[in-house]
């Protein structure tokens, strides 16, 4: 964090590193010559810890820069969690009888869903759907260090939502996709892997996709049918390309449909089209 720690002769405040939330840890002196420095419990966040010093002379300041691994970020639950995601149809009110498909567009790192969607839906292979997009614009405070949190927050959104929605249009609960880019992809992934029983498949972009399917998980996606696509800038970064290529290998190896396409570029989406229609056709295929 930048600046000084504030000090006097007999307490300073240290500012834990990494933090978007700084936490003011006072620091108080046993004694003149030596002794322990003991960083105090600052309200309801935890221990920052302790430090050791041998002085030669009195304390008469001290700036000190202090990571406390328990406390290296400050995750932020955002707001927007609380406010019901838009629930927009798409091409038009259904026709009498038909139940529209679902495609709910999650939010790149200090982007919008808003954004998603213009960035993604002319791929899109329905005449009609209903598009969700939740409020928000998530940045690192929201998803670090705990990136399961984030998830949990968002499966709890669109449960909320998903009920609204069935309440108030014609929804075929058997084609309801998710799709996003960098953490939008993440999150599509992850949110996938925890409800297969609720999402029919999603388009995975430009994310490490770490998220692992647990207990029943994979049976489902191979009983339901689920589809995933990823796909990712062949010049992203390593981790991310390693990240997504296991992922693909598993689903694979479990014999859930899967793809993985490599496009031009760094961590971008792809500037080719037909690169987005192959994606979205192949997840969102007639079941």
């Not at 600046?3 to 990494?18: E, F, I, Q, T």
């Not at 309200?43 to 700036?63: D, K, M």
């Not at 084609?175 to 029919?200: C, E, M, N, Q």
Request: hydrophobic content about 45%; overall charge positive.
């Amino acid at each position: 964090m930048p600046g000084p720690a504030h000090a006097n002769r007999s307490k300073a405040y240290v500012h834990p590193l990494g933090s978007n939330l700084i936490f003011m840890c006072p620091v108080f002196f046993d004694g003149a010559l030596g002794g322990t420095i003991g960083l105090t419990r600052p309200p309801s966040h935890g221990y920052c810890g302790v430090v050791r010093c041998i002085t030669l002379g009195a304390c008469l300041s001290v700036s000190l820069w202090v990571v406390a691994p328990a406390m290296a970020l400050a995750q932020v639950r955002p707001a927007s969690f609380d406010q019901a995601s838009e629930l927009r149809v798409v091409g038009g009110e259904p026709a009498a009888g038909e139940r529209l498909p679902v495609i709910v567009f999650l939010a790149a790192t200090n982007g919008t869903a808003e954004g998603a969607f213009q960035w993604l839906s002319a791929a899109v292979p329905f005449a009609r759907y209903i598009a969700v997009l939740p409020a928000g614009q998530p940045t690192t405070a929201n998803y670090l260090p705990r990136f399961g949190d984030y998830v949990t927050w968002m499966e709890d959104r669109l449960a909320e939502d998903l009920r609204a929605l069935r309440a108030r249009h014609p929804v075929d609960p058997e084609r309801i996709y998710l799709a996003g880019f960098s953490l939008g992809g993440d999150t599509s992934w992850a949110l996938l892997a925890r409800h297969p029983d609720v999402y029919r498949g999603a388009v995975v972009l430009g994310a490490r996709s770490s998220a692992r399917v647990r207990g029943r998980g994979v049976q489902v996606m191979r009983e339901r049918g689920v589809r995933v696509a990823f796909a990712i800038g062949s010049e992203d970064q390593d981790v991310r390309r390693r990240g997504i290529a296991r992922t693909h290998e598993a689903m694979l190896a479990a014999r859930v449909p899967a793809q993985l396409r490599y496009y031009p570029g760094a961590h971008t989406l792809p500037s080719d089209g037909s690169v987005l229609d192959a994606l979205f056709r192949f997840v969102m295929a007639p079941p």
